[in-house]
């Protein structure tokens, strides 16, 4: 199947929002943040705040989610505390990123209307299985509606300024050709299979002696019982089962993927030591015909550029723009 990588514009916007760190301009304050009009605020772009309800709220769920993959305790230990530090900077700096966008898209009259939210609302809806189900998941999360319909609000109007600002961007019949035939791998039918045995020990002495006795005749199986360092495979005889190109460490992969069924390799030195492979089977997933990619390969490439040209013009707002941090 085809294996690229399939971006949307809003998935885009959020790759950017968690990739850019500027630090032009930056006039860091106290650490405790800052009140104004009675509302304590984190930051402000341009002499637009963030307030600090709107940053917690984020910073809540996003512990959450932590919480969720490594237990209640874990902001509590040594290493939770740094990684709080680290998203709590970074989250800030997401922040900022945000503030430039909705500032740059009013700027040039982009605008959501609430039927384009409803309708992104409905979508998700249908995709979680009907409304009962999505109230089920909703209330389970503690996810509240008007806060989710206003990052619907954000990523709609960071889709259309995307759009806006690439809007001139174009690729052409060459460019896709080239990438089509540097690779190959990513337009297989189905991934290419090996299935092999390996012996793996620490000393490249010892792998010269058994790849010897190999070529002498010995049986693969059996050396590997008796000699290899993997647990993982030597009582198995060596054996690593059926896996994908790519799923083994570079050097591995090269020459399992190179040999001939049958076949022993030469000795193979990688991180894990020095490796003696016997390939038993291999199946080569066919290249899908250009013709009948192209069109598609034309959509995902063009929307790849023009996230970088996007990329390009986020950092340039963000390199002039004027912030100040409170916390």
């Known amino acids: 199947m085809l294996k690229l990588k399939r971006f949307t ?20 304050e106290e650490k ?3 009140e104004i009009n009675g509302e304590v605020m ?14 917690d709220r984020v910073l809540e769920d996003v512990q959450d989610t932590f919480k969720a993959y490594y237990g209640e305790e874990f902001f509590s230990t040594d290493e939770g505390k740094e990684v709080l530090e680290q998203i709590k900077e970074k989250l800030l700096e997401d922040f900022i990123i945000q503030k430039i966008i909705l500032t ?10 609430a039927e384009e939210i409803d309708k992104l609302l409905e979508q998700l809806i249908e995709d979680y299985g009907g409304q009962e189900q999505f109230d089920k998941l909703i209330e389970e999360r503690g996810i509240d509606l008007d806060n989710l319909k206003q990052d619907f609000h954000f990523q709609l109007t960071a889709e259309k300024l995307m759009e806006e600002v690439t809007k001139e961007v174009e690729i052409n019949n060459k460019e896709i050709r080239e990438y089509y035939e540097n690779n190959p791998d990513e337009f297989k039918e189905f991934p290419d299979e090996v299935k092999a045995r390996h012996i793996l020990v620490d000393d490249e002495d010892e792998a010269k002696k058994l790849l010897e006795q190999l070529k002498n005749g010995a049986d693969f199986a059996e050396l590997a019982k008796q000699h290899s360092k993997d647990p993982g495979s030597k009582d198995e005889g060596g054996d690593l089962g059926y ?8 050097e591995f992969d090269e020459a399992v993927f190179n040999m001939e069924v049958g076949e022993i390799s030469d000795i193979v030195k990688t991180r894990y030591g020095y490796h003696i492979i016997k390939l038993e089977e291999k199946t080569i997933g066919p290249v899908i015909k250009f013709a009948e990619i192209e069109e598609e390969l034309k959509e995902q490439l063009l929307l790849n550029k023009k996230y970088e040209e996007f990329d390009k013009q986020v950092s340039e707002w963000r390199k002039a723009a004027k912030v100040k941090k409170y916390i």
Not at 9 to 28: D, H, P
Not at 44 to 50: D, T
Not at 243 to 250: E, H, I, L, Q, T
Request: some cysteine.
């Open 42 to 55: 984190v930051a402000s772009v341009n002499k637009e705040n963030i307030t600090k309800a709107e940053y």
């Open 32 to 34: 405790v943040g800052k």
């Open 243 to 250: 896996f994908n190109r790519g799923a083994m460490v570079a």
């Open 104 to 113: 740059e898209a009013s700027n040039m009259d982009i605008s959501v209307t």
């Open 9 to 28: 514009a809003v998935l885009l916007v959020t790759f950017i929002i968690m990739s850019i760190t500027g630090c032009n301009l930056i006039e860091k």
